[in-house]
Each structure stands twice: as structure tokens, then as C-alpha cells.
């Protein structure tokens, strides 16, 4: 899989591992959600035979060799050749001496990526002498809902995709080869950068391979990368090298007006209708949440976004004194409730409540009314009083080259204003979910605990980032104020 993103990856991943950065907590954090998962679909083949403990790869053939002539269903099977090696999550007996070959992934839907895993298992497979009836995909079921333990047969849905399997097939043992053949070499292949850089997932050699690229290059340009990667083709790097007259949308020609002039973009009848909106008192508002494949809450689905956290600032002027507020749970049962009780007295009744990015906020407080009848009716009242400040930077109102084409709240506050979130033990929304899911106990490095000690920076932590995210905004609205009154001048 790491050969079909990129064969230069691959390459470091046989031959220099070493130099490939180690996994973040929170991409640790991802994998072990994984692990979980496919823990979970064992279940729904009981007096299977379970080898994922063993893990050298001798130990591993020899022994589904060994248990294979018991036809039970097997856990980690594994098979390979004198090139090719692969293990299955399931495989079960099915007709004769065929086996059937099941994928447990924690996804909600089919990918296409997982087509081309599945395909190489059964290629290999075959190849080891052992037949593969028919592929199956386990994956999550996003409608199921807790009521108790977990129930395995709820929680996955499974899917033959062995049509689909057969027709990728086609291609595996041409790309074994040319695989195969990259590897050997004493050097890691020369490609370029590109999409497969990001995508399907974002590569750890990113970094090193992209170390050369001034930091306002072309793909940070606005829209699909097409254009990027054909300005990156013709030699051309930094947006400011750009040539006139090449096809730029109006979003793109901003972002290179704004790194030729080196002058921020500033559209002043836009911004004035967007301050013109607000009514005092402001609010400043921010959640945090996480989500999880298995649901840990009674009541709640796969990957169900539950807030934990959430840090309000209040202005009775934009440049008076705020007042700040926050909620962080206690990681004892389900916060919502207890949330939703202080988030009430925090946004008061009137005045406008400014968030960053308003699907996110609108769309969790729509959940917890849907989850809490009793707090609809103040949802209702809370929805229309929200104005989003992603909004003149996402339509370039403002645009300052500093930001490279991005409008997040993390990239506009240092272009805006002299604050930004270097430095900060936890800085961003899917760290500061992690982090308190450690802290709780519900995410677990090995066998280790964090200590009182753990718990209780993390904690500090937690309100430093959220308070920053409501604290941020307010600089941001007032930065806007101020870039207003200079273009006047």
C-alpha cells in the first residue's frame, strides 16, 4: 500500500526506515483505534484460532500452516512466497478447501484503496497454494447506537467485494514486479512531488522530500492542485514567479498579487459589511470534541462527535475588557449534559456569538438537541445569533501572503496579528482530543497510565489551547478593525 501512494516511500520503508519520522501521539492514537476495532470483529467468529501474537514471520506460516487442515476460522492467517508475504485479518472456511477472506477495516464505507490490499492478500494467497473463495470488507456500521456491551453483529457490516477484488487482481502481479525491482536498487527512486504526497494519506517523508520548496510555493495556491503541479513541471516553485497572464481564478491572482506587492489583500466594503453585522454583547465561541470508532457512551454511534470542552469570551465592547469561561470535563461518564447546563449561562440570551468555521459549532449543538430534547428549544434560539470569522478570509477579504493560501484560524492569526500558537504543548483539535482521551483512560501508549502529574498538565494544557481558540478570534476581529482603519487612512 505504501508502494501504490508512492514507490520512493516504499523504497525507505524496505531500505532506510530509519529515516522515516516515527508517528505522532495522535497518529499512534489512529492506529490503535484500528486495533480495536479489529479486535472486535473476532467476535463475530467465535472458537477462531488467534496468531496476531506472534511475530516473526516464520513463526507466523508455519503455524497457519499448522492449523489450516482444522478448517476453523483464523485470526492473522498469514502466506507468502520467496518474494511476496501478506497476513488477512479473517479468513473462514468456506466451501471444500476454500477459504473465505475478510478485511476488517474502521471505516464506515468502502475506499478504493482497500480493493488493491485485499487484492494483493489474495494474490498471495493463491500463490501459497491456498485457495480464496470469495472477499469480504467488515466495516462500521455509522447507524448503530450503543444500548449495553458492544454487539458485534450490529456494529459491522459486511460486504462481498469479490467482483470488485478480482478486477484489481488483474494488475497485482505487474506491479509485484516493478515493485520488487524498486526496492533492489542501492537508491531510492527519483519522483517528484505531488498529490501522492497527501493522498490517501498525508507521507512522513513529506517533510524531506518537499524541504527544497520555498515556503509560498505554487501548491499553496487556491483549488485543486492541477494547476500547482503544472507550474511545478515547467520549473516554476513560488507563487510570485507566476508569470502574468497565466489562467489564474480570481482567488489565485490574489495570492499572487499579495506575494509580488508583498502587501495584504483588503476588501474594504466586504469587511465593513461583515463588522456592520455584529451586535453587542460578542461572544467568542469554541468547542472541542472527539470521536471514536467504538461509541463509549450509551446512546451514541461509531465516530459520534462528543464535546468535551468548550472556552467562551465575552465583550461588552470589541475593545473592552473580556470575560472568559470555560468547561472541561472530568472524563467521569458522558459530559454532554453538564456542558450543555454551563454552555446556557455562558452565551447568554442576546449579542452575537462569533465561532471559527461555523458548520462545526452549528453542526454539534444541532446533535446534543437531538440528543437532549430539553435543550432544542435554546439551540434554536442560539443558531441564528451565529456569525462565522472564517468567512472574510475563506472569500479572501483579507488575504496576507504569510497565511500560504490557507484561511484557518491557525495560519491567520500570526498574518493578522502578533500571536500565533508556536510553542504550545497542544495546538490543535485533534491533539487536544487525544490528549483527553489519555487523560481519561480511554487511550492507553502500551500498558502505561498517565500519572496524577500527566493528568493534571494535560488538563492545563487543554484550557491554554481552547482558551487560545476564542482568545485568537478576538484578535483576529479586532486585527480586522485595525487593517480597516489603515486602507481608509
Known sequence: MAGLQCRKYQWYRENARDEIPEPDFSTRFMFKQGMLVGEYAKKLFPGGIDLGKLRNIGEQLGKTSEVLPERRPIFEASAGTDKIYSRVDILKPA???SWDLIEVKSATQLKEGYLHDIAFQKHTFLQAGINISNCYLAFINNQYIKQGE??????????DITVEVDEVMMSIPDTVEEMLEVLQRPDPPDIKIGRQCDHPYSCPLKGKCWEFMPENHVFNLYGKKDKAANLYSQGILSIEEIPEGYGLNLKQQIQKDCATTKKPRVDRGQI???????????YFFDFETYSTALPIYEGT???????????????????????HYDFLASGNGDPRK??????????GDSGSIIVYYEFFEKGVLNELAGDFPEYEEWVESVIPRIIDLYRPFGDFYYYNSIQQGSASVKSVLPAITDYSYKDMDIADGL?????????CGHYKIGESCPTPEEVDKIRKDLITYCRMDTGGMIHILRGLKEVLGKSQR
Do not use: C, T
Open 338 to 347: 453538564e456542558l450543555l447546563e454551563n454552555l446556557k449561562k455562558h452565551l
Open 272 to 282: 465593513s459589511a461583515f463588522l456592520d453585522r455584529l451586535k453587542a454583547p460578542i
Open 95 to 97: 466451501s471444500g478447501d
Open 301 to 323: 454511534k461509531p465516530f459520534q462527535r462528543i464535546p468535551f470542552q468548550y472556552s467562551v469570551h465575552a465583550l461588552d465592547d470589541l475593545y473592552g475588557e473580556s470575560v
Open 431 to 439: 491533539s487536544a482530543s487525544v490528549y483527553f482521551l489519555y487523560a
Open 150 to 159: 458492544i454487539d458485534p453483529e450490529g456494529f459491522f457490516d459486511m460486504r
